[in-house]
């Protein structure tokens, strides 16, 4: 079947600190692979995506590669802001049945 | 354009009362996701809708919970006989179908207390 595993958080940084949040995931088919955030108070926002093997998605300093021999898609940032304070959340999509599947979510705290 | 939208927002309800959930999607989406988060909690899958039809009820948690969607579009969910544990957010979201690639669009969500 289809599962999404993340880090436990919650992960707390001092701004400027390098930022991973780990996700691996099991799938039957070839998934897409997909980063949301929430930020306190808010929706869930798409973050990034990936489509295929080998591809990197990327946004606001975000980054995160679809790794299929490892099955992962880490996500990346060098440099966190206060501002990147939110709960992240890696999913994948099974393109057979169109059905998501949600990791648990990572917190992340960005102290001055 | 008009993203995803629930309504109420916010909705406070006695215990054993009976609540209707609304989620209008991005037009043109033809999937339709429910989802409940408790405070602090991930994402708990609730129902799938493609069109009208409901390939995947598995996460409903009990028979108390329903779903409709009528003309591929506006989704309601009914919770009977609320319970103090459906206290939480619900939230919905809609997708393109038919493609692996396509992402959900999150609505705002709706706030359900049971007291």
């Known amino acids: 079947g289809n599962s999404v595993t993340q880090m436990e958080g919650p992960v707390t940084l001092s701004e400027e600190a390098f930022l991973t949040i780990n996700c691996t995931y099991t799938?039957?088919?070839?998934?897409?692979l997909f980063w949301y955030v929430q930020y306190p108070g808010e929706g869930l926002q798409l973050l990034l995506k990936?489509?295929?093997?080998?591809d990197k998605g990327s946004n606001k300093g975000f980054e995160a590669t679809y790794r299929k021999e490892t099955t992962s898609f880490h996500l990346e940032k060098g440099s966190v802001q206060v501002s990147d304070s939110a709960v992240y959340f890696c999913?994948?999509?099974?393109?057979?049945?169109?059905?998501?599947?949600f990791g648990t979510g990572t917190s992340l705290t960005v102290i001055p | 354009g008009a993203g995803v939208s629930q309504s109420p927002s916010n909705k406070v309800t006695e215990k054993g009362k009976d609540v209707e959930l609304r989620c209008d999607p991005i037009?043109?989406?033809?999937?339709l996701y429910w989802y409940r988060q408790s405070l602090g909690q991930g994402l708990e899958f609730l129902i799938y809708?493609?069109?009208?039809?409901?390939?995947?009820k598995s996460g409903l948690p009990s028979d108390r919970f329903s779903a409709e969607r009528t003309g591929g579009s506006v989704s309601t969910l009914t919770i009977q006989r609320t319970q103090q544990e459906d206290s939480a957010v619900y939230l919905c979201?809609?997708?393109?179908?038919?493609?692996?690639?396509?992402?959900?669009?999150f609505g705002p969500g709706t706030r359900l207390t049971v007291t």
């Open positions: 979201a809609s997708s393109l179908a038919g493609g692996y690639s396509y992402e959900q669009y």
């Open positions: 799938a039957t088919g070839y998934p897409s």
């Open positions: 990936a489509t295929k093997a080998d």
């Open positions: 999913a994948l999509k099974d393109g057979r049945d169109n059905q998501f599947y």
């Open positions: 037009s043109g989406h033809t999937a």
């Open positions: 809708f493609q069109g009208n039809s409901a390939p995947d």
